[in-house]
Nanobody, 129 residues
Framework: QVQLVESGGGLVQAGGSLRLSCAAS????????MGWFRQAPGKEREFLAN????????WYADSVKGRFTISRDNAKTTVYLQMKSLKPEDTAVYYC??????????????????????WGQGTQVIVSS
């Protein structure tokens, strides 16, 4: 199982921006997709974004379309979540996840936690009003 580590979380004012990073150990590994999820206190874990590895195609939850962007660096070693126009309701622990088996390539499985093999420990994002 690959190890994933999120970073870049912190405290930000409403309307501000933040970029989260997801680094892997080993730095490169075979994968079919990467996803970002979040979990707010008292709520279920929520799908945010998915990146299909073969071509970089992306999908987004309606709640973050136009505000959040999932991407990878040129070396394909790090995945990012660029967040802008942040709102207090974005406050949550943010997780990155990897699909190594190809489950996220079928139907709408990319929105399901069960489609991902490896998860990071999460990074806290707090948006103040």
């Amino acid at each position: 199982q690959v190890q994933l580590v999120e970073s870049g979380g912190g405290l930000v004012q409403a309307g501000g921006s933040l970029r989260l990073s997801c680094a892997a150990s080993p730095r490169t590994f075979s994968r079919h997709g990467m996803g970002w999820f979040r979990q707010a206190p008292g709520k279920e874990r929520e799908f945010l974004a998915n990146l299909r590895w073969i071509d970089g195609y992306t999908w987004y939850a309606d709640s973050v379309k136009g505000r959040f962007t999932i991407s990878r660096d040129n070396a394909k070693t790090t995945v990012y979540l660029q967040m802008k126009s942040l709102k207090p309701e974005d406050t949550a622990v943010y997780y990155c996840a990897a699909d190594q088996k190809g489950s996220t390539l079928y139907n709408d499985n990319y929105v399901r936690e069960s489609a991902y093999d490896s998860w990071g420990q999460g990074t806290q994002v707090i948006v103040s009003s």
